[in-house]
């Protein structure tokens, strides 16, 4: 019923960046919350940057000052601009949804496929 579809991973040298995006798209009331998590090999996926569909954000100490997330509510999309990216980032980007579809009343967490991002040094 929904579809999370990000994009934008790639490869990129040591201070350099990418920009990630995220369309939700199916059978959408309405979007709460929407954010990117990361998970490295051997590591625990984990939160990177929140965003409501007010505008407020939240982001794990190890990317403030160099990530920036964001969101167009007319587009259902959220964005997450890397700058200054260090070799400790790469891993698979997640974004993830908390959405109500129609005909329910209540929230839900959807989840992307995940896009690699790697940063060499």
């Known amino acids: 019923q929904v579809q999370l579809v990000e994009s934008g991973g790639g490869l990129v040298q040591a201070g350099g960046s990418l920009r990630l995006s995220c369309a939700a798209s199916?059978?959408?009331?309405?979007?709460?919350?929407m954010g990117w998590h990361r998970q490295a090999p051997g590591k625990q996926r984990e939160l990177v940057a929140a965003?409501?569909?007010?505008?407020?954000?939240n982001y794990a100490d190890s990317v403030k000052g160099r990530f920036t997330i964001s969101r167009d509510n007319a587009k259902n999309t959220v964005y997450l601009q890397m700058n200054s990216l260090k070799p400790e980032d790469t891993a698979v980007y997640y974004c993830?949804?908390?959405?109500?579809?129609?005909?329910?009343?209540?929230?839900?967490?959807?989840w992307g496929q995940g896009t690699q991002v790697t940063v060499s040094s």
């Open positions: 993830n949804a908390r959405i109500v579809t129609w005909g329910t009343s209540q929230w839900r967490d959807y």
């Open positions: 199916g059978s959408i009331f309405t979007i709460n919350a």
């Open positions: 965003i409501t569909n007010g505008g407020s954000t």
